[in-house]
Structures are given as structure tokens and as C-alpha cells.
């Protein structure tokens, strides 16, 4: 129900409690949002939320994380770890369409290396192959997600699969963002954009045509922040609350 309480509190409510992430940033980013219809877009490696606001408020129907996939208020696609397989069925490679394995070949996170959405990482580990997060290994884990050898893909083959790969996930997202404002009659008036996903809502929005004044956390609290953003709105939530 958004309202804070002590450890051991949470720990016997512990199923309220593990679903309700969103809902303190959700209280947080209120204060950011113009009086109307306004919408959350919280992008992550993993998940999308998209959340409905009145006035400041969230009009949210789902409690549970299984309510909120149901209502579409939250969207298990993100822009790291999400399988190419779950986002298309099918690639271009050269003249012909390909069908993707259906395995943990390749994940968003390496298309969107490969198109600069995000930074290469040489330190992060967390791929399909457990190898960097590097636009060569990118493209490697790319290749053998059609089953093709090294020889056989070059970069240009890579771009190509991002791009269908980032089309394909702008929407499933912008096809949620339907689905929660399909509940009003109302255009949104203000829409925040939160996490490292940030560019991924953009084009979700673009492709729907939604033009409304777009608050970037990323902007507002830094980079850094905005990627953690969740755990800063419980940190000033609860600063605010407490007077600590």
C-alpha cells in the first residue's frame, strides 16, 4: 500500500514487501510529475514498470508482481538480460530472414552494445557466455545466436540484428504503455523517465507518437542515481518520514 515500515515488519509481510520496489519510487517521482495524467517509464536490465499517475499519484492495479505482468504495469523484457529469443522470433542475416535459437545465446544487453546504446564493459561478466560485455564478444554471442560461426558474421550483421532486436522490444514496451493509459481518456501531460534503460522508453514513445513534457531522472539525479533510482527514492522517503 506504499506506506513504510521497519524491518521486521517487511519481514513478516514478505510478500507485500518483495513486490512493492516500485511503488517508493513511484511515491518518489510524484513530486516531479504536473498536475493531470502523467505516466512512470522505469527501464532496467531485467523489467519495465509503467505506471499510471492522477495528480502526483499512482493509479496502479496490480499488487502482486503477477498482477502487475496481467495489467501490463510491468513488462519482464529489459536491456541487459533479457534473451534475443523472447524479444523476436526471426532475424535479418543478409538476404533472408533467420529464425533465433531458442537458447540463452545472446541478450539485449549485446545488441545494445553493438548499437552504443551502452557503454562496452570490459569488467562485466554477466553475458550469455559469462565473456565481457565488449562489442567483439557482443557480436560473437550475436552469431551464435543464428548458429553462425565467426567466419560467417561480420559487424554488419551484428548492426543489423540490433536494430530488428531494438525495434522489436520499443514494441513490446510502447504496446504496455497502451494497455495502462487505454484506462484514461486522457493524454499524458508529463511522463518520467527513469533508469539506465532510458533510451529504450524514448523510442517506445517515439513509435507511439506521445508528445508531453519528459522528465529524465538521469537528468534531475545523475546517471548514477538514476540507475539505482528505487533505492534512492526509499533512502529520501524515508529521510522525509523519519527526520532522520
Not at 20 to 26: I, V
Not at 119 to 128: F, P
Not at 216 to 223: P, V, W
Request: glycine letters at 6%; a negative charge.
Amino acid at each position: 500500500d506504499g506506506a513504510l515500515v521497519a524491518p521486521p515488519v517487511a519481514k513478516r509481510r514478505y510478500t507485500e514487501a518483495s513486490a512493492a520496489n516500485w511503488h517508493a519510487l513511484a511515491r518518489f517521482v510524484g513530486r516531479y510529475m504536473e498536475l493531470g495524467t502523467a505516466l512512470l517509464l522505469d527501464v532496467g536490465s531485467t523489467t519495465c514498470d509503467v505506471v499510471l499517475f492522477r495528480d502526483g499519484l499512482p493509479l496502479h492495479k496490480g499488487a502482486t508482481d503477477t498482477q502487475r505482468l496481467i495489467s501490463g504495469e510491468m513488462v519482464y523484457t529489459g536491456v541487459e538480460r533479457s534473451p534475443l529469443c523472447a524479444i523476436a522470433r526471426e532475424v535479418p542475416y543478409r538476404d533472408r530472414m533467420c529464425p533465433l535459437a531458442h537458447e540463452y545465446f545472446a541478450t539485449t544487453q549485446d545488441a545494445y552494445v553493438i548499437l552504443g546504446d551502452l557503454n562496452e564493459d570490459s569488467a562485466n561478466y554477466y553475458s550469455a557466455d559469462g565473456r565481457p560485455a565488449t562489442k567483439a564478444y557482443a557480436r560473437n554471442r550475436l552469431a551464435r545466436s543464428i548458429c553462425a560461426d565467426a567466419d560467417d558474421f561480420n559487424h554488419r550483421d551484428a548492426i543489423a540484428i540490433s536494430q530488428t532486436i531494438a525495434e522489436a522490444q520499443a514494441e513490446h514496451l510502447a504496446s504496455a504503455i497502451e494497455r495502462v493509459l487505454a484506462r484514461t481518456n486522457d493524454a499524458p501531460r508529463s511522463i518520467v523517465l527513469s533508469g539506465h534503460g532510458e533510451f529504450l522508453a524514448r523510442r517506445a514513445l517515439e513509435q507511439l507518437g506521445i508528445e508531453c513534457v519528459l522528465i529524465s531522472l538521469r537528468m534531475q539525479l545523475g546517471r548514477t542515481v538514476a540507475r539505482c533510482s528505487t533505492a534512492h527514492a526509499l533512502a529520501v522517503i524515508a529521510q522525509e518520514v523519519t527526520g532522520a
